[in-house]
């Protein structure tokens, strides 16, 4: 199979057609858009065999770069349109991609009742803690006391963590990356596009132009630092004391459970439905 950067980008990017890309120098989409190709080259799928779904946001933009079956969904809606798919194509691998407001905060209760009917969707959830595409507003993930272009005195709502909901709502993959570490993001999203059931890879992204200028990290390199120095995996984290622990996060797969998949349920109600009108 492909692996060399030259053949993966001429199987995989509509690179004739819409590029340059129009991400901010320092974000992290372009590593995520990255382990997103070599994950799917790596699974073995054939493009036809793919669908990516993306909302509005900066992470929206993949599926205009992704040479694949894409569509580019309304805000907070991706899942809607991913679930429909799945359910009229069960054959499909379905991914959807979408930033920290598009998916937990319009998108929330899609986010949440996805996870809950155990959907058997890829879901990777761009974290930069920001509204980095409509001029840098707060978001659901925007860390206690953070400078943005609507809380400039200080952010006073506490945040959430999307790790930690997708579990507790059902989903039966969860992982966390970062763009930093790009090995891992690489086999967490594989490990999640291989898995039957609600798959969730959550990304700490880096977003310089909207969040890291206002928070004292106006360099890219800076972020990717951060992420580096606050990023723990499980197995460090075990052996780490909860004052340690304090200021980090951990990455790694956090869940991986088996459970009933609901386009699987949803074909046997439809095969008892049939039988039920024949008798």
Same mark, same amino acid.
């Given at each position: 199979?492909?692996?060399?950067?030259?053949?993966?980008?001429?199987?995989?990017?509509?690179?004739?057609?819409?590029?340059?890309?129009?991400? @901010?120098?320092? @974000?992290?989409?372009?590593?995520?858009?990255?382990?997103?190709?070599? *994950?799917?080259?790596?699974?073995?799928?054939?493009?036809?065999?793919?669908?990516?779904? !993306?909302?509005? &946001?900066?992470? &929206?933009?993949?599926?205009?770069?992704?040479?694949?079956?894409?569509?580019?969904?309304?805000?907070?809606?991706?899942?809607?349109?991913?679930?429909?798919?799945?359910?009229?194509?069960?054959?499909?691998?379905?991914?959807?991609?979408?930033?920290?407001?598009?998916?937990?905060?319009?998108?929330?209760? %899609?986010?949440? %009742?996805?996870?809950?009917?155990?959907?058997?969707?890829?879901?990777?959830?761009?974290?930069?803690?920001?509204? &980095?595409?409509?001029?840098?507003?707060? !978001?659901?993930?925007?860390?206690?006391?953070?400078?943005?272009?609507?809380?400039?005195?200080?952010?006073?709502?506490?945040?959430? !963590?999307?790790?930690?909901?997708?579990?507790?709502?059902?989903?039966?993959?969860?992982?966390?990356?970062?763009?930093? %570490?790009?090995? +891992?993001?690489?086999?967490?999203?594989?490990?999640?596009?291989?898995?039957?059931?609600? !798959?969730?890879?959550?990304?700490?992204?880096? @977003?310089?132009?909207?969040?890291?200028?206002?928070?004292?990290?106006?360099?890219?390199?800076?972020?990717?630092?951060? +992420?580096?120095?606050?990023?723990?995996?499980?197995?460090?984290?075990?052996?780490?004391?909860?004052?340690?622990?304090?200021?980090?996060?951990?990455?790694?797969?956090?869940?991986?459970?088996?459970?009933?998949?609901?386009?699987?349920?949803?074909?046997?109600?439809?095969?008892? *439905?049939?039988?039920?009108?024949?008798?």
């Amino acid at each position: 199979m492909p692996r060399d950067v030259t053949t993966l980008v001429h199987k995989y990017l509509r690179h004739d057609k819409t590029f340059p890309h129009i991400w @901010c120098p320092g @974000c992290g989409n372009g590593i995520l858009l990255g382990a997103l190709i070599r *994950a799917i080259d790596r699974s073995g799928l054939e493009k036809n065999d793919v669908a990516l779904v !993306s909302g509005i &946001g900066c992470s &929206g933009r993949i599926t205009v770069y992704v040479d694949l079956n894409t569509v580019h969904v309304t805000h907070g809606r991706a899942l809607t349109f991913a679930t429909g798919i799945k359910l009229a194509n069960d054959a499909l691998n379905v991914i959807v991609v979408m930033g920290d407001g598009d998916a937990t905060a319009i998108g929330g209760n %899609h986010f949440i %009742h996805a996870a809950r009917r155990n959907m058997d969707l890829t879901a990777i959830v761009v974290n930069n803690q920001i509204y &980095g595409m409509t001029g840098g507003q707060y !978001s659901p993930t925007t860390p206690y006391g953070s400078k943005t272009a609507t809380t400039p005195y200080g952010h006073i709502e506490n945040t959430f !963590s999307i790790s930690d909901l997708a579990t507790a709502a059902g989903a039966a993959f969860v992982g966390r990356g970062t763009v930093f %570490h790009a090995k +891992l993001l690489d086999r967490l999203i594989k490990k999640a596009i291989l898995k039957r059931g609600f !798959s969730v890879v959550e990304v700490i992204s880096s @977003c310089p132009t909207q969040f890291g200028r206002r928070n004292a990290m106006a360099s890219p390199v800076i972020m990717l630092q951060w +992420l580096r120095d606050h990023a723990v995996t499980l197995e460090k984290a075990r052996s780490m004391t909860t004052e340690e622990l304090e200021d980090k996060f951990t990455i790694g797969v956090l869940t991986d459970v088996e459970k009933p998949v609901y386009s699987e349920e949803y074909k046997k109600i439809r095969e008892r *439905a049939k039988a039920s009108s024949v008798a």
